[in-house]
């Protein structure tokens, strides 16, 4: 037991007599093998009261408490939880209604619509919104499934240079005329990762960099330093401001709210990348462009 325990517990029962108590309790700690203390209620109630109110009979129960350190931390640990939800589910709440009102919007207006010009716009402008609700559904179900352990990983020896190639093919039809996409020279390594998982943080951060660069040079490709690949995708876009940089890789975390986006593509990027052993950053300054970075370890840990 804690010393500063004793008192109360030898002298609880002598409390309740000497006193004339009905009943008292008090909590005492006993330490366990491990040399932490389990906190513990021991209580006493009066039976077989004489006249004078001078109890000869005194029961006592042990119950077994949490400890309140603890309590307290649990308590705090499922308002933060509680409060995270809430406004998780207020921001998907705001995402979701974004493209679903385009989409609803435009459709009306294509029922009525009669220039064919104007149709082909509308038509445009909701397969555009389908592909944003689309995105967001599929990022916040891969989160979730990161978040719970259920996602599926698939590890093997891959060639990262074609992989590059394949996100070039995949990137080179969304380029404005005005950008060009360069795929710099990369040496050629083995890297033991998941391809797919690959691909998706490479496409992520390359359709982040076209969205904001509307003109310049957008450059990708990775590097081997020492037992780990860099990867690195640099823009002349936008560039990120001073006070969004510390929070561009949390949920909903967008550089510029009036400019289409999930605002989770960075963070599903930053959970994977950390599950896959590696770390993820940036380098950033406004009007002139942003320099993400994230590594991978040659051989999985």
């Not at 409390?15 to 006493?44: A, C, P, W």
């Not at 933060?80 to 207006?109: C, W, Y």
């Not at 989770?264 to 950033?284: A, P, Q, Y």
Request: aromatic residues 8%; hydrophobic residues 35%.
């Amino acid at each position: 037991r804690k010393p500063e325990d004793s008192l109360d517990f030898f002298y609880l029962f002598n409390k309740i007599r000497d006193e004339k108590l009905s009943s008292h309790n008090v909590t005492f700690h006993l330490k366990n093998q491990d040399g932490t203390y389990k906190m513990y209620e021991i209580s006493g109630k009066s039976m077989d009261i004489d006249e004078s109110g001078t109890p000869h009979v005194i029961i006592g129960s042990i119950i077994e408490k949490e400890n309140d350190e603890l309590a307290i931390a649990n308590h705090q640990k499922s308002k933060d939880l509680s409060l995270l939800k809430s406004t998780f589910l207020a921001n998907m709440t705001h995402e979701i209604r974004t493209p679903l009102n385009a989409i609803v919007g435009f459709s009306d207006m294509l029922g009525l619509e009669d220039d064919p010009e104007m149709r082909e716009q509308y038509i445009s402008m909701i397969k555009e919104n389908n592909t944003a609700l689309l995105e967001l559904i599929n990022d916040t179900l891969e989160m979730s499934r990161i978040e719970s352990n259920t996602i599926n990983w698939s590890y093997e020896d891959v060639n990262p240079l074609a992989i590059m190639h394949d996100v070039y093919e995949y990137a080179s039809p969304r380029i404005s005329e005005n950008v060009r996409l360069i795929l710099d020279d990369s040496p050629n390594v083995s890297l033991h990762t998941d391809k797919h998982k690959l691909m998706l943080i490479l496409k992520k951060l390359l359709s982040n960099a076209l969205r904001y660069t509307e003109k310049g040079e957008i450059h990708f490709g990775y590097r081997e330093k020492e037992d780990f690949v860099e990867f690195y995708v640099k823009d002349s876009g936008i560039g990120i401001p001073a006070e969004r940089v510390a929070t561009i890789f949390r949920r909903f975390g967008k550089v510029n709210d009036f400019v289409q986006g999930t605002g989770l593509g960075l963070t599903l990027c930053r959970m994977l990348v950390e599950k896959m052993g590696g770390r993820i950053w940036l380098r950033s300054q406004e009007g002139q462009g942003s320099r993400f970075y994230f590594t991978l370890p040659l051989i999985r840990q």
